[in-house]
C-alpha cells in the first residue's frame, strides 16, 4: 500500500463521496447466465475486431466488467465501449484492454507496473492471467473506492498504490512490463527506468483526444526500441497526486 505522505492535507471526505462508497459497500455482486451470455458475445466482437491472444479473451471472458461500473450500466455493461466512472474517469473499451493487453504479451508471473488503476478492471484482466500487477492511481477517491471493492480481494496478486504514475514505483522495480492507461504527453522517463533489460512498455503518447499506441522494448544494450501502432483517445495522465 501506499506510504502516507506527511506533508499532505488531512484527507476529508465530501458527504456525497461518503454516500457514494457506503452505496458500494451494500452492493451484492451477482453474475447470471445472462451476463456471462453477454460476455460470449463481448469476446466474440473483440475476435471480429482482431484480437487474437486467446490467454486475453479468456480472462475478458471470466471477469463480470458489470461489478465495475455502477449498478445502473448492467444492461450495457458488455457493450464495446468505455463508461464513466467517478471523478470524471473512464474504464476503458473492452477492446482498448484487450488490445493494450494482447501487445503486452502477459506471462505468468511478470512482474507488471500500471499506471492509471481506475476502475481496475484493467488491473484484474492482468491479474487473471497471472501477472503480478502494482498498479497506481492518482485520484485519492478511486483509490479508496477499490478498498471498498469486494471482488477484488480474489486476486492477491494486485497491490494498489495512491501515487503519481510520472513517478512509477522506483522501490519495486525493475518490471518485466509496464503499461500506461492514460494519454502520456511524452514517455515518461522515470518509467523507462523502471523496465527490465527485455522488458516491453505499452503507452498512449499524443495530445488531448488523439494519441498513438506505443510499444517500447529494451534491448539488451540497453537501447529503446520504438513499435508503433492504432490511434487511441485516453483521459489525460496528469502529473502529481490529487486528495
Ligand atoms: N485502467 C483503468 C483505466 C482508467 S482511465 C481501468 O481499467 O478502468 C485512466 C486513469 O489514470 C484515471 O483513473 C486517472 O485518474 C489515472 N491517472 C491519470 N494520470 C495519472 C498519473 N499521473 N498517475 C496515476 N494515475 C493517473
Redesign the pocket.
Known amino acids: 500500500m501506499a506510504r502516507a505522505n506527511p506533508n499532505a492535507h488531512p484527507y476529508i471526505l465530501h458527504p456525497s463521496s461518503l454516500f457514494a462508497i457506503l452505496h458500494l459497500l451494500m452492493r451484492t455482486y451477482v453474475d447470471t447466465y445472462r451476463h456471462q451470455g453477454l460476455r460470449k458475445k463481448l469476446v466474440a466482437i473483440l475476435r471480429e475486431k482482431g484480437i487474437t491472444d486467446e490467454k486475453v479473451l479468456d480472462a475478458i471472458n471470466l471477469i463480470p466488467r458489470h461489478f465495475?461500473l455502477d449498478t445502473a450500466f448492467d444492461d450495457i455493461a458488455y457493450q464495446d465501449r468505455a463508461f464513466p466512472?467517478a471523478?470524471d474517469?473512464?474504464?476503458?473499451q473492452p477492446y482498448t484492454?484487450a488490445y493494450q493487453t494482447e501487445l503486452l504479451r502477459v506471462h505468468p508471473h511478470e512482474k507488471i507496473l500500471?499506471?492509471?488503476?481506475?476502475?481496475?478492471?484493467?488491473?484484474?484482466?492482468l491479474a487473471q492471467m497471472g501477472a503480478r500487477v502494482f498498479?497506481?492511481?492518482?485520484?485519492r477517491l478511486?483509490f479508496d473506492f477499490i478498498k471498498t471493492f469486494s471482488f477484488i480481494s480474489r486476486y492477491r496478486n494486485i497491490k494498489f498504490f495512491y501515487?503519481?504514475?510520472?513517478e512509477g514505483l522506483p522501490t519495486f522495480g525493475p518490471f518485466d512490463k509496464i503499461?500506461v492507461?492514460?494519454a502520456a504527453p511524452h514517455i515518461p522517463d522515470r518509467l523507462v527506468e523502471q523496465l527490465c533489460i527485455g522488458g516491453t512498455m505499452v503507452i498512449p503518447v499524443g495530445e488531448k483526444g488523439l494519441q498513438r499506441m506505443l510499444r517500447l522494448t529494451k534491448n539488451h544494450s540497453g537501447i529503446i526500441d520504438f513499435e508503433e501502432f492504432d490511434n487511441f483517445s485516453?483521459?489525460?495522465?496528469?502529473?502529481?497526486?490529487?486528495n
Open positions: 465495475f466512472i471523478q474517469q473512464t474504464i476503458s484492454v500500471e499506471i492509471g488503476t481506475g476502475s481496475s478492471y484493467q488491473s484484474c484482466v498498479t497506481i492511481e492518482r485520484q478511486l501515487g503519481d504514475g510520472y503499461i492507461t492514460a485516453f483521459v489525460p495522465m496528469l502529473g502529481g497526486k490529487k
